[in-house]
């Protein structure tokens, strides 16, 4: 049976493996079908693609987009999406600009907090890639502020700590076009991370397929097996095609590895079966 992992990033974004070595990595893992998706960027598809076809690996072009939907941030996959099209690429530059002023903001928080050299520390730990809240955790961590990556986010980055900065991303409505248009399809990414209520989340699942959305990511590394089996009867009632990524970042973090997601639930559609 073939095996799809259809969410991963690479140092493209905030992952800490090359694009081929990813490649590598998920071809060793026996991943026969890898989405690269990473945060507001395609950078690393093309090196992805390149792996793909030295190691017999079905690269899936896609990327991971960041919306501020009713006050809180939600990541949209996009999956198959032409990498070239003109209206996406200018939607994810103008997100990655963001992505500068917000790291400026959180710097300058952290700052007050009595954290010196904030931008400079996370900029180093992109390496010229954008800058993502996970920079600043491993800087925060290089610097002996936090003993690891999870407790920087605990103390520092979420809500009512130091380093809190509410995003103001891209709209649902015209994400879902950028990927569309892109010839992609448009998923919610972990439904059950963003700690919605049962109202709240249909009520975001309404509005995605207003949108033009079809996919759900009813597995994903991040649920748990209640949490999967809970998203697949969300997926079955809206008529939403099931998607499954173990949001892999690098080998750092080995709680979620790639190629050991758990089959979707029965009576999902999976969305690779509107690939043919
Ligand atoms: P950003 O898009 O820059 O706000 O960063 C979000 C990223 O931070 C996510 O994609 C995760 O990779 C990472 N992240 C968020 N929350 C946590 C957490 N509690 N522990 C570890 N990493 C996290
Ligand atoms: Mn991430
Ligand atoms: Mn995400
Ligand atoms: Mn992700």
């Known amino acids: 049976m073939t095996s799809y992992d259809l969410h991963s990033h690479t140092t493209a974004s905030d992952g800490t493996l090359t694009p081929a070595k990813l490649v590598e990595r998920a071809k060793a893992a026996g991943v026969d079908v890898l989405a690269i998706t990473d945060h507001d960027t395609t950078e690393g598809l093309l090196q992805a693609d390149q792996a793909g076809k030295t190691h017999g690996v079905s690269v ?63 900029k180093k730990h992109a390496k010229g890639s954008l800058i993502s809240r ?3 955790a491993h800087f925060l961590v290089e610097s002996g502020y936090a003993k690891d990556v999870r407790s920087v986010f605990k ?95 690098g080998p750092e973090n080995p709680w979620i590895e790639l190629g050991r997601l758990p089959q979707l639930p029965p009576g999902c559609e999976p969305i690779w079966n509107s690939w043919h």
């Open 60 to 122: 899936v072009n896609g990327c991971e987009v960041s919306v501020t939907w009713a006050g809180i941030t939600v990541h949209i996959l996009g999956l198959n999406v032409d990498p070239k099209n003109e209206p996406l690429q200018a939607g994810l530059s103008r997100l990655r600009e963001y992505r500068d002023t917000r790291a400026r903001e959180i710097a300058s928080k952290l700052e007050k907090a009595g954290v010196q050299g904030a931008f400079a520390g996370a």
């Open 134 to 136: 996970t920079h600043f």
């Open 155 to 249: 103390h520092f980055l979420v809500k009512g700590k130091p380093g809190f900065v509410a995003g103001k991303w891209a709209e649902l409505g015209e994400v879902v076009d950028w990927i569309t248009t892109a010839g992609g399809q448009a998923a919610i990414a972990h439904p059950a991370r963003y700690r919605l209520t049962r109202t709240k989340l249909i009520r975001l699942i309404e509005a995605f397929k207003q949108a033009g959305g079809e996919g759900f990511e009813v597995v994903s590394g991040s649920h748990s097996r209640d949490e999967c089996f809970t998203m697949a009867k969300h997926a079955c009632d809206f008529e939403l095609l099931a998607t499954a990524g173990s949001d892999f970042h």
